[in-house]
């Protein structure tokens, strides 16, 4: 098993920046994967960001409402993950939550959810 804790978040002007963690101990040397979702009231929970372990490197993969903005980086021992958002606009609010996928399972591990907020 893999517990995430989440930090980061808050609230900001259009065209500021925030940036995310997500810290995860456990089985943290299986991680396979880790993404970030986000959620507004009423919609459905969708994928911002993900990166994935390759041979030699990464593989990162973003929306395309963020493309540009966003960029998703971990440390060298996946236990940490951030997402650096820049640019932000007020359609960026939502409650941000970090996910991981280890080798060789389905389960998904969800963080705790952080709120981000941003005035126009």
């Known amino acids: 098993q893999v517990q995430l804790v989440q930090s980061g978040g808050g609230t900001v002007q259009a065209g500021g920046s925030l940036r995310l963690s997500c810290a995860a101990s456990?089985?943290?040397?299986?991680?396979?994967?880790m993404n970030w979702y986000r959620q507004s009231p009423g919609m459905q929970r969708e994928l911002v960001a993900s990166?994935?372990?390759?041979?030699?490197?990464?593989?990162?993969d973003y929306a395309d409402s963020v493309k540009g903005r966003f960029t998703i980086s971990r440390d060298g021992a996946w236990n940490t993950m951030w997402l650096q958002m820049n640019s932000l606009k007020p359609e960026d609010t939502a409650v941000y939550y970090c996910?991981?996928?280890?080798?060789?399972?389905?389960?998904?591990?969800w963080g705790q959810g952080t709120q981000v907020f941003v005035s126009s």
């Open positions: 456990g089985r943290a040397f299986s991680i396979k994967d």
């Open positions: 990166i994935t372990r390759g041979i030699g490197t990464d593989y990162t």
């Open positions: 996910n991981a996928h280890l080798d060789l399972q389905t389960v998904d591990y």
